[in-house]
Structure formats: C-alpha cells, structure tokens
C-alpha cells in the first residue's frame, strides 16, 4: 500500500506501541536476604526443629546456626547481639526487643517410678502436700506448694540434677513438660500438674535489628508460604 510506514528489515512499523529498548536496565531484586549465617538462641526444651526444617527447604544458602542458652542468661545472650534471635522463655525483660509468643507449656511433677504419684493420671498442688518439693537453682516455674516439705539439702544447681535426685526416690521436682522430656529416665514418671502455671515460650530480638533474616524467620514461625511477603 503506497505511503505506509515502515520499520527496520521493510515490516510495517505498529503504531502506539514504542520499540523495545534493548538497552533497557534490568530491575534489580528487592530486599535480598544476606548471606548469613543467621544465629538462633534456644533454651532448654525448646522444640524448633520444624522451622529449622523450613529454614533449610526455604533458604538453603543461608545456613542456620542454632545457639543452646541458658534461661538465666537468654535475656543478656538477644541484647548484646550474641544471638540474632531466641526461643525465651517468659517472662523475659521487653525493654527493647521485640517478643512473639509462641506457645505455652503445662507444668508437671516429675517423681520416681515406684512413687505412689503415679496411680493418678493427674496431680494437684494439694496432692503434693507432705512431699519434698526440690526446686533446682535454674527452676522456671517458681512453684509455691504450701504443704510442701523443705528438703534437708542444698538445692541442686540444675534441673537435670533435680531429675537426678527424684530417681532415687527423694522428693518431687515440677517443670514444664518439655524439661520433662528433655531429662527424662527410666527410673522417673511425670504427671501433669492441673493447677499449676504454664510456661510460655516465645521468641524475641533486639527491635532495632530486624534483620531481613530475622524478619524470615518471622514469616516462618508466623506460618507465612514461601511466596508471601515478609512484611
């Protein structure tokens, strides 16, 4: 058709629709996750292993480091940066950091095979009175049985010694039931504790170091896919 426009190589130039920019920048990627390692506190008891699982199928360059704490120090290991995050437990100092609860733990009370503790499938403080109520020096439930009977012992320095005590038959000891789990042996039965306080666990960082790590983390104990967004 005589007087219609045409493009490079003779084609018909379309109109309303700019050519292409070969030259054209590429866009890059938003927000990308750091190389790592990220660095996970946990205490005694805590259960991460499926959001360490997640972690690897998500991420799998970005390895995942996972710090053991201790109760007593899990407020100083988050704060100086020893750590990049932590599974607490609570109640812990918030001055800042940022705290996600997670779960809660009912208690129990650990006692020897052969006690008479065990005919029952649940325990009650009242059922506790006249027993020997050992409470270790790292206890995290802090536990007041009124009827209870003072041991004629230094306390043990920690729970795993606690444990270690009631098995020979002396006293009773009470933790969450993951300390429970943690310590257990073939010569101790545990039965939950019914008017007892939970435990809650949770997990906190330092609120001016939301790391695009530490917001991956998030978005995985929050329950978030793969493909949504962090924020």
Wanted: glycine share 10%.
């Amino acid at each position: 058709m005589a007087g219609q426009a045409r493009g490079r190589g003779g084609t018909p130039a379309r109109k309303g629709r700019p050519a292409p920019n070969p030259k054209a920048a590429v866009p890059a990627s938003v927000d990308p996750i750091p190389a790592g390692p990220f660095r996970l506190g946990a205490i005694p008891g805590a259960t991460p292993g499926k959001w360490i699982d997640l972690w690897h199928e998500r991420m799998p360059r970005t390895p995942l480091e996972l710090v053991p704490l201790e109760v007593a120090g899990q407020r100083g290991a988050v704060s100086s940066g020893a750590v990049d995050a932590a599974l607490v437990r609570l109640p812990v100092e918030r001055e800042g950091l940022s705290v996600i609860a997670l779960y809660d733990e009912v208690p129990v009370v650990v006692c020897a095979a052969d006690s008479h503790l065990t005919a029952a499938d649940e325990l009650t403080i009242a059922d506790l009175a006249g027993e020997v109520v050992i409470r270790p020096v790292d206890d995290v439930l802090g536990v007041d049985v009124p009827d209870a009977v003072a041991p004629r012992f230094t306390a043990p320095e920690t729970t795993e010694d606690a444990v270690a005590t009631v098995a020979t038959g002396v006293g009773v000891v009470i933790v969450p039931m993951s300390l429970a789990r943690l310590h257990h042996r073939k010569d101790v039965e545990y039965r939950p504790l019914a008017d007892g306080p939970v435990s809650g666990v949770a997990l906190a960082w330092p609120t001016d170091r939301t790391t695009p790590l530490v917001e991956a983390f998030i978005g995985i104990v929050r329950g978030r896919t793969a493909n949504s967004s962090r924020r």
